[in-house]
């Protein structure tokens, strides 16, 4: 069975988050943990029933697009899908079996949705980010209103172009910036807001990818090209850029940047290598990237990015041998970084620094956060809040919630649920991740891609 990129990261996290992340030591050494004092309440509208289901066509049945889908089954009087365009036609025959789609809903090109007179409420944009602006423009001029996953667009006009049209147009945009509805994130958030630890002055966030995951997307998968997708700060991290500038809750200013590529490339290749894993490489053995170990022996990573219709090991092996999850990671065509550092300045002097980083044994999200009156320190499963005043910790675990924690972090699916409540009040005022939201995160992810081709150049934000 494989071992899905939860589960890998969560055996990994559990094992090396608290000592790789210090909170505890930290927290341990300043003053003794209270369990029993609870942090502020997060201040969110609880959803109510609906008079009917909000009905979606997605575009882009794959991982994400078919996650969304997947939630239809869960929630049939919220979400419903009427509609699919995708042209795999395992995925496709999956989407029509699991929400009993008629035919004339049925899709193999985006392009062909639009030709249809409007049928559903809503469009679930889950197609390659290349893909992601010409699909949302054609929706928005259809009357649709959108769930579009994260990166918007390739570049930033094109963001701000969305986002002006469906303004003009009166459409809701929810931008899949799932972190917001995580409770973990949530809950940080509302620590700040509540002005426990004061007003922030710094802080310090870091996304470490692990290595396998990085070189399963970001060097053989659909993200490894920057003109085929987005630079990988964008593609992987736009999601902490937003979360970022969510806690700071004031303009960014100033923004510079630093980083590059540096494992997974030709001179690291092993002796003798060829370029695909399977042709005899003498590194077999030794070699933790081995396409075959990793996808079939020893299932260290899913297989569900592999386009095949023989889901069988042999299956898997086939493709392999001759397509991009079989090629050495380091013989590849990818050119996204592998690390990378973002310092930006924000409105009235606060500042924020930002690491995403492939070399990594664990992954989970760290984050400190540093204010006038106390400060945080988080792993995506515990926050350690200490005031300053009160020479007091306080320990919160997101585990200890009993919550559903499941997809992001419990993020996905509420997500879902908050947009179907956008939609069917035709009011977004309350949806956390609407398209004008994430204008600014996305202003930063690309101005600091800029900074960094430039050599480190600071970026002046003017909005």
């Given at each position: 069975?494989d071992?899905?990129?939860?589960?890998?990261?969560g055996?990994?996290?559990?094992?090396a988050g608290?000592?790789l992340t210090?909170s505890a030591?930290?927290?341990?050494?300043?003053a003794?943990n209270?369990?029993?004092q609870?942090?502020?309440?997060?201040n969110?509208?609880e959803?109510?029933?609906?008079?009917?289901?909000v009905?979606?066509?997605v575009?882009?049945y794959?991982g994400?697009?078919?996650?969304?889908?997947?939630?239809?089954?869960?929630?049939?009087?919220?979400?419903?899908?009427?509609?699919?365009a995708?042209?795999?036609?395992?995925?496709?025959?999956?989407a029509?079996?699991?929400?009993?789609?008629?035919?004339?809903?049925?899709?193999?090109?985006?392009?062909?949705?639009f030709?249809?007179?409007?049928?559903a409420?809503?469009?679930?944009?889950?197609?390659?980010?290349?893909?992601?602006?010409e699909?949302?423009?054609?929706a928005?001029?259809?009357?649709?209103?959108?769930?579009?996953?994260?990166?918007?667009?390739?570049n930033y006009?094109?963001?701000?172009?969305?986002?002006?049209k469906?303004k003009?147009?009166?459409?809701?945009v929810?931008?899949c910036?799932?972190?917001?509805?995580?409770?973990?994130?949530?809950?940080?958030?509302?620590?700040?807001?509540?002005?426990?630890i004061?007003e922030?002055?710094s802080i310090?966030?870091?996304?470490?990818?692990h290595?396998?995951?990085?070189?399963?997307s970001?060097?053989r998968?659909?993200?490894h090209v920057?003109?085929?997708?987005?630079p990988?700060l964008?593609?992987?991290s736009?999601h902490?850029?937003?979360i970022?500038?969510?806690?700071?809750n004031?303009?960014?200013?100033k923004i510079?940047?630093?980083g590059?590529?540096?494992?997974?490339?030709?001179?690291?290749k092993?002796?003798?290598?060829?370029?695909?894993?399977?042709?005899?490489?003498p590194?077999?053995?030794?070699?933790?990237?081995?396409?075959?170990k990793?996808y079939?022996?020893?299932?260290?990573?899913?297989?569900?990015h592999i386009?095949t219709?023989?889901r069988?090991?042999?299956?898997?092996?086939l493709?392999?041998?001759q397509?991009d999850?079989g090629?050495?990671?380091y013989?590849?065509?990818n050119?996204?970084c592998?690390?990378q550092?973002?310092?930006?300045?924000?409105?009235?002097?606060?500042?924020?620094?930002?690491n995403?980083?492939?070399?990594?044994s664990?992954?989970?999200?760290r984050?400190?956060v540093?204010g006038?009156?106390?400060?945080?320190?988080?792993?995506?499963?515990?926050?350690?809040?200490?005031?300053?005043?009160?020479?007091q910790?306080?320990?919160?675990?997101?585990?200890?919630?009993?919550?559903?924690?499941?997809?992001?972090?419990?993020?996905?699916?509420?997500?879902v649920?908050?947009f179907c409540?956008?939609?069917?009040?035709?009011d977004?005022?309350?949806?956390?991740?609407?398209?004008?939201?994430?204008?600014?995160?996305?202003?930063?992810?690309y101005a600091a891609?800029d900074?960094?081709?430039?050599?480190g150049?600071?970026?002046?934000?003017?909005?």
């Amino acid at each position: 069975m494989d071992i899905s990129r939860r589960d890998t990261l969560g055996i990994i996290g559990a094992t090396a988050g608290v000592a790789l992340t210090g909170s505890a030591l930290s927290m341990g050494s300043r003053a003794q943990n209270s369990d029993n004092q609870q942090l502020p309440k997060p201040n969110r509208p609880e959803p109510v029933p609906l008079s009917k289901p909000v009905t979606t066509i997605v575009c882009g049945y794959g991982g994400r697009g078919g996650l969304y889908g997947y939630y239809a089954t869960q929630m049939p009087d919220t979400w419903q899908v009427v509609g699919v365009a995708e042209p795999i036609s395992y995925r496709r025959l999956g989407a029509i079996d699991r929400h009993k789609l008629s035919d004339e809903n049925v899709f193999l090109h985006f392009k062909d949705v639009f030709k249809r007179p409007k049928f559903a409420d809503t469009v679930t944009i889950g197609l390659p980010d290349r893909l992601h602006y010409e699909a949302a423009m054609m929706a928005l001029d259809a009357g649709y209103d959108l769930l579009l996953e994260k990166p918007i667009a390739q570049n930033y006009q094109q963001v701000k172009d969305l986002a002006d049209k469906a303004k003009r147009l009166g459409r809701i945009v929810a931008v899949c910036h799932v972190l917001r509805y995580a409770p973990y994130f949530v809950q940080l958030k509302a620590v700040i807001e509540s002005g426990m630890i004061g007003e922030v002055v710094s802080i310090q966030h870091m996304e470490p990818i692990h290595h396998l995951h990085f070189s399963h997307s970001y060097v053989r998968g659909p993200w490894h090209v920057e003109r085929d997708s987005t630079p990988s700060l964008l593609a992987k991290s736009c999601h902490d850029l937003d979360i970022i500038h969510w806690y700071m809750n004031r303009p960014c200013t100033k923004i510079s940047s630093h980083g590059g590529l540096k494992k997974f490339t030709k001179a690291n290749k092993p002796e003798g290598a060829p370029r695909q894993c399977l042709d005899g490489c003498p590194a077999a053995d030794t070699c933790i990237y081995h396409a075959g170990k990793v996808y079939v022996e020893k299932k260290m990573w899913s297989t569900h990015h592999i386009v095949t219709t023989d889901r069988s090991d042999e299956g898997i092996l086939l493709q392999l041998r001759q397509g991009d999850y079989g090629r050495c990671v380091y013989q590849h065509n990818n050119d996204v970084c592998d690390h990378q550092i973002v310092m930006m300045e924000f409105e009235g002097g606060a500042t924020a620094t930002f690491n995403m980083e492939a070399c990594t044994s664990y992954g989970g999200r760290r984050t400190r956060v540093m204010g006038t009156k106390g400060d945080v320190v988080g792993d995506e499963n515990i926050l350690d809040v200490y005031l300053f005043d009160k020479q007091q910790s306080i320990r919160w675990d997101v585990n200890a919630q009993g919550q559903d924690l499941s997809g992001h972090g419990g993020g996905d699916q509420r997500l879902v649920v908050d947009f179907c409540q956008a939609v069917s009040k035709g009011d977004d005022s309350d949806l956390a991740t609407r398209i004008s939201e994430s204008l600014a995160s996305h202003e930063m992810g690309y101005a600091a891609e800029d900074s960094r081709k430039r050599g480190g150049q600071v970026q002046v934000l003017r909005r």
